[in-house]
């Protein structure tokens, strides 16, 4: 028999992060853990990809109320509201700002079924319409604690939900593994480029864009007069994962306003650096993605076909040492968040591999990148099955057996 209960009923402990950032390990500090906070939670999962490094005090000091285990949820209560993540195996993280950990109490739901059951359309809903604020959307401590839950079935049949949902994502997990090593070997060929080009001279970004080799912008400052349907996504500093978009996509430009957005729409090729607040994340822009256009946090770089360098060859230099060098000083600048600007950007010196080196560089790494490719075109169908299945598996509208064939049919 189902029956509705609070979250509190289903969770041995409920507990608010430090409400404060974690500060970051310094340079030659032995690390403790990671600093994980509301953009490195999405879609059931933890990514630790750009998070940053804490040391052992400030581990410690963020671990005080509880320290995150396997098989622990966290949950975002602000900016935004509602997403959630489990807690792998071997992950060592502390809080940072906005977002909850919850245990499961595995006397009364199997843990990985409370990640889906908080990820499903009626939770959601729930935690969406109960989030208020003047300026940020956000929720109280005792919202969540107090979160109904809609319906829960037995354990055994959580069990078999959970399963049937997990191995989409375990899945998912794997190919975000091998994108992570490809992604690891390229940048590896890229260092080896810029040893090999380290005699030459460096040229800065301006030079480039002096030379016609490089077009770079910042994105349109829209207004919010501006914003409606049918028109062109914004894309964001959340939306932009290590070397990919990862869309969410929730504010549009009204197409009345596409002659106004210029360059600052996507065109294939591209490679996009986020530029304030989180510093740092870079992505191409591969075939297939819809078009959108880029908020003012992000700049776009676009090469033509006779540039000394490629767009993958530049992705990597964003990830790379000699950039990091130079951002890092000049990204803190300011009293206020983290802030690279466009004259910032031209002063950078990037070193220019010869054409030789170039060509090499591109004849190992564009077949890794077109396999990449293709592991997030399996990633999204994957995640885009689950989120179908999802709502119905939850509400009992299809049995287990009817979603594992379903699953069959379509991997």
Not at 167 to 190: G, M
Not at 226 to 241: A, F, K
Not at 258 to 269: C, D, E, F, N, T
């Amino acid at each position: 028999m189902r029956q509705q209960l609070l979250l509190a009923d289903l969770c041995s402990l409920i507990v608010d992060c430090k409400n404060r950032t974690p500060p970051r390990a310094q340079e030659g500090e032995k690390a403790a853990g990671y600093a994980i906070g509301t953009p490195h939670v999405a879609d059931g999962r933890i990514n630790l990809t750009n998070a940053y490094q804490v040391n052992r005090e400030v581990f410690e000091t963020w671990t005080a109320r509880a320290t995150p285990q396997p098989e622990d949820i966290v949950l975002t209560r602000e900016a935004p509201v509602g997403r959630v993540g489990a807690v792998e195996e071997g992950m060592k993280v502390c809080l940072g700002q906005r977002t909850m950990l919850l245990r499961p109490n595995t006397d009364r739901v199997f843990p990985r079924f409370l990640q889906y059951l908080l990820l499903g359309s009626d939770v959601q809903r729930t935690l969406h319409s109960r989030a208020s604020g003047s300026t940020v959307a956000h929720l109280r401590v005792d919202q969540v604690r107090n979160l109904p839950i809609p319906m829960v079935p037995s354990l055994r049949e959580q069990r078999s939900i959970a399963e049937v949902l997990g191995a989409l994502d375990d899945k998912v997990a794997a190919n975000e593994r091998q994108l992570n090593t490809l992604n690891e070997y390229c940048s590896a060929w890229h260092e080896r480029s810029i040893i090999h080009a380290i005699a030459g001279t460096p040229h800065t970004l301006a030079e480039l864009v002096k030379r016609g080799y490089v077009t770079l912008g910042d994105g349109y400052r829209t207004k919010q007069a501006e914003h409606g349907e049918p028109g062109l996504p914004i894309l964001r500093v959340s939306d932009v994962g290590r070397g990919a978009i990862i869309p969410s996509f929730t504010h549009f430009v009204s197409n009345s306003y596409r002659s106004a957005m210029g360059p600052k729409v996507s065109q294939r090729g591209d490679v996009i650096l986020t530029t304030k607040g989180t510093v740092g994340r870079v992505a191409i822009i591969e075939a297939g993605q819809p078009e959108f256009v880029y908020s003012p946090q992000v700049c776009y770089f676009r090469l033509t076909n006779n540039s000394p360098v490629s767009p993958l060859y530049l992705l990597h230099w964003f990830q790379g040492k000699e950039f990091w060098r130079q951002a890092g000083r000049l990204k803190g600048q300011t009293d206020m968040a983290d802030y690279l600007s466009l004259r910032d950007i031209r002063s950078l010196k990037i070193t220019v591999p010869s054409p030789t080196d170039l060509a090499e560089f591109n004849r190992v790494c564009n077949p890794m990148q077109e396999q990449s490719e293709v592991l997030r075109r399996e990633n999204r169908t994957l995640t885009t099955l689950r989120d179908t299945l999802l709502p119905e598996l939850l509400t009992g509208k299809i049995r287990v057996k009817d979603a594992e064939r379903i699953m069959e049919d379509a991997t």
